[in-house]
């Protein structure tokens, strides 16, 4: 009986442990379904009434980014850039066709023939347009191959067009081109660098080391870590130098960072005739020797004047450095502002094309201009078929030689690699989209990646798209605003010393525009007397000198389709007799404008004119609203800037194209671009001579039309410019804006305005109705403000309107 109740009491602790442990297990899945529950109304709250895509979170978000950078399509777009494997088959064509007799990029391509670079080639507009729009066959892809020919007779560079990708079975010369083009126009390679900067850094060293020690406290081999350098040129054009020679000036900097602010007065001029090297002239302390041998003669006769300088000592007080200074503003530590997507992106990026809200269009970056886009479309309605940069210059003024002749078009330095990536949370938000890009050189065995050669994301400007705010019931009290957000697609390169953001931007109304920025280092200039009247003294040893920034664009506008007129409305003063006034025969004077039909090219290259401002408009002659207005697109330029030099002097005949402020041509496949890489050593013959463009003088009255724009600033640097210029003030864009296009602004259909109006219509008191059309006023887990103002306004509806 005893071990029967022992057994009992047991089995009743059993029972009683079980029930505590099932009662534990439904508390606990209760406990998971509210948290469950919850979270699933807290994620509906934040969505209420959105269209936006789910957000991310960040390892999703990394993921999509990393798939879509290191994916090509099999089938690419027709506009996206060559892919790795149309590369190989072109390589595979080219290398075996035994005409060429090609080197590979590893061999030495002395007196050889190798491919300088390959890239796209876009098919004519119309098959283009045909496929687009009209369902037809999609165009055969098609690469455009620079081959350097060294090792003919007579050595030329080909052109050619290799096609059909990605497995090529022929090829042929490009329409535009001639067939040869003169070996003598080719850009420098890194051959011709690398022998170049050798030849003279030895050369100076043997035979003038011991003058270098003395001028400068550093000599150019064997120096440790007090070197002087070779590391920046500038070409002498034929027209300059009077000789259709390659002729080099070699500058002589300090090297350390950054090099180009701690330049030495000591330049050469070197000539390179078909690989064999002769300096002809040196320049030191503001004076031309006809050899290094005749300075050194003056030298060793103590014949020289001459202040010493000593090398930089290089730490992070050092001017030309970027190191941190040491005061840092007050609540520098808290760090920078930034912006999150609170809903996910509301952009699209797939194989180089964008879809954001009524936005669509596809970019590539090419290697010899630079950014382009592509088939540009607000609400389905193409705007341009094509938007790209063509042409960066930079021209120069000095006393010294080597400034006074550095004229740089830097389509030589090839601007598409020039992109060299760009940094996250610096030169884009963290949360951008970032795509590579590849390219094809000399140098190239596969096909180089420049990782975040773009970038993509969509920005608050912290500016209202619009807004009015009738406070009183006289004015029938409302207030109604839209934040301005905008995409930005962004590249940015960097070319020798300088650096230069493009944007494309695109608004909610329509609105576009296309900016560029440039940045970096000034090309510093030895400090001398005589540098005054072209530089501003910047530091102990350097002036600024002062230059001008020049940046050409191609705008292959279809508004309302290809065929397009340009017209300007002429704005002038109009006075006629006031008989309104007590005073005999009083007149009164007003603004107007009148409609200017450009008939032809030549009628179409504008030259700015602040006494007759203008509008520029681009229009179908049959697409009118209802009122008879013509449907039109208007071109603002911000940065229209005067050449100053006189037409046809030195390298002027290069930018012949920064003539005109803009000019409309008819659109012709055989004038795809308005310079060349070629642009530097051409200037006798140009390849491309924009002049033809206009001077055939055709009528541009319904025809497919593309505006050329050029636009620039002048440049004095100042103290300010140290280290760095910095992107303030230095902007410059033009920009796209519907003009009778819509019937009103497109924006007026956005979901992220903001309305507030009384209850009842003009009755204050009633309390104030606030319109979000379903957006949250905040996310709490993110808010980070005290601001209660839409709390303060349901009990005081004073703080808004007034009876």
């Not at 590893?106 to 045909?130: G, H, I, Q, R």
């Not at 020039?418 to 938000?429: E, F, H, K, R, T």
């Not at 001398?528 to 940046?551: C, K, M, P, W």
């Not at 279809?558 to 008989?579: A, H, Q």
Request: proline residues 5%.
């Amino acid at each position: 009986m005893a071990k029967g109740g022992l057994k009992s009491s047991s089995l009743n602790r059993y029972l009683i442990l079980l029930i505590v442990l099932l009662v534990i297990v439904i508390l606990a899945l209760i406990t998971a379904l509210v948290v469950v529950i919850n979270k699933s109304e807290e994620t509906s709250s934040q969505n209420m009434q959105s269209t936006a895509s789910p957000q991310l979170n960040s390892q999703q978000f990394a993921r999509e980014k990393q798939i879509f950078q290191n994916n090509e399509p099999n089938d690419p777009p027709i506009f996206f850039d060559l892919t790795k494997s149309e590369v190989k088959g072109i390589q595979k064509y080219l290398y075996e066709e035994s005409d060429l007799r090609l080197v590979r990029p590893t061999d030495n391509k002395t007196n050889a023939s190798y491919v300088f670079t390959m890239e796209l080639y876009l098919p004519n507009k119309t098959d283009v347009l045909n496929f687009l729009d009209d369902n037809g066959a999609k165009p055969a892809r098609l690469a455009k191959v620079i081959i350097f020919r060294g090792d003919v007779e007579n050595p030329e560079i080909n052109e050619i067009i290799v096609e059909p990708l990605p497995n090529p079975t022929s090829h042929r010369p490009v329409p535009d081109r001639p067939e040869s083009i003169r070996y003598f126009y080719r850009p420098m390679t890194d051959q011709d660098y690398d022998l170049a900067v050798k030849y003279v850094t030895d050369e100076v060293d043997m035979k003038a080391g011991n003058f270098t020690q003395t001028a400068f406290g550093a000599r150019l081999k064997d120096c440790g870590d007090t070197c002087l350098a070779f590391r920046y040129v500038s070409s002498f054009s034929p027209t300059s130098s009077g000789e259709e020679k390659r002729k080099i000036w070699y500058w002589l900097h300090y090297f350390v960072e950054y090099y180009l602010l701690n330049p030495v007065d000591f330049s050469l001029m070197l000539t390179n005739d078909g690989g064999k090297f002769s300096i002809d002239t040196v320049w030191f302390s503001g004076q031309k020797y006809d050899s290094l041998e005749g300075l050194m003669d003056q030298f060793n006769q103590d014949k020289l004047s001459f202040n010493s300088s000593t090398f930089p000592t290089e730490d992070s007080h050092l001017f030309s450095t970027l190191h941190r200074r040491d005061k840092a503003p007050h609540h520098s530590e808290r760090r920078d502002p930034v912006q999150f997507y609170p809903d996910g992106q509301r952009y699209t990026v797939k194989d180089r094309h964008i879809e954001y809200m009524d936005w669509s269009l596809d970019f590539r970056l090419s290697t010899g201009h630079g950014p382009q886009i592509y088939d540009v479309k607000f609400r389905g309605n193409r705007i341009a078929y094509e938007i790209g940069l063509q042409e960066i210059s930079v021209y120069y003024s000095g006393n010294s030689p080597q400034q006074k002749f550095s004229d740089y078009l830097d389509s030589g330095e090839l601007i598409g690699p020039s992109a060299q990536g760009l940094i996250p949370g610096v030169d884009c938000p963290e949360l951008a989209t970032f795509v590579s890009a590849f390219h094809i050189t000399e140098s190239s065995l596969e096909p180089e990646e420049t990782i975040n050669a773009f970038c993509v994301f969509e920005w608050n400007t912290g500016e209202p798209l619009r807004r009015h705010y009738s406070k009183t019931t006289f004015e029938s009290a409302f207030y109604e605003g839209m934040q301005k957000t905008v995409l930005i697609l962004r590249t940015a390169m960097t070319i020798a010393n300088y650096d230069y953001l493009v944007d494309f931007r695109f608004f909610p109304n329509g609105f576009m525009e296309t900016k560029t920025i440039p940045t970096g280092f000034i090309l510093a200039n030895a400090f001398s007397e005589e540098e005054r009247q072209f530089a501003f003294q910047l530091h102990d040893q350097i002036v600024g000198n002062y230059h001008l920034h020049l940046f050409h664009f191609k705008v292959d506008l279809d508004v309302g389709g290809r065929s397009n007129r340009y017209e300007t409305l002429d704005i002038s003063s109009y006075t006629e007799s006031n008989p309104y006034s007590t005073e005999n025969n009083a007149n009164y004077t007003q603004g107007h404008w009148t409609h200017h039909l450009r008939e032809t090219e030549s009628e179409a290259a504008y030259h700015f004119n602040f006494d007759r401002p203008k509008y520029h408009l681009f229009y179908s002659q049959n697409k009118k609203d209802k009122y008879g207005n013509h449907k039109a697109y208007r071109l603002l330029v911000h940065g229209f800037t005067k050449q100053i030099l006189p037409l046809g002097v030195n390298k002027e005949p290069s930018v012949s194209w920064a003539r005109y402020q803009t000019a409309v041509t008819r659109h012709k496949e055989t004038e795809r671009h308005s310079s060349s890489m070629y642009a530097m050593f051409d200037t006798l013959d140009p390849i491309v001579n924009f002049t033809s463009f206009i001077s055939d003088n055709e009528t541009i009255v319904d025809e497919d039309l593309v505006t050329w724009i050029s636009i620039g600033t002048h440049h004095i640097p100042h103290t300010e410019d140290l280290p760095v210029v910095t992107t303030t003030g230095m902007g410059l864009s033009f920009s796209l804006q519907p003009f009778n296009f819509f019937p009103e602004d497109p924006a007026m259909t956005s979901s992220n305005a903001v309305r507030l109006a009384p209850n009842t219509k003009n009755v204050p008191s009633s309390g104030v109705k606030v319109s979000r059309h379903g957006k949250l006023v905040n996310i709490d887990k993110c808010r980070i403000t005290n601001n209660d103002f839409y709390e303060m306004l349901k009990n005081d509806y004073s703080i808004v309107f007034t009876e």
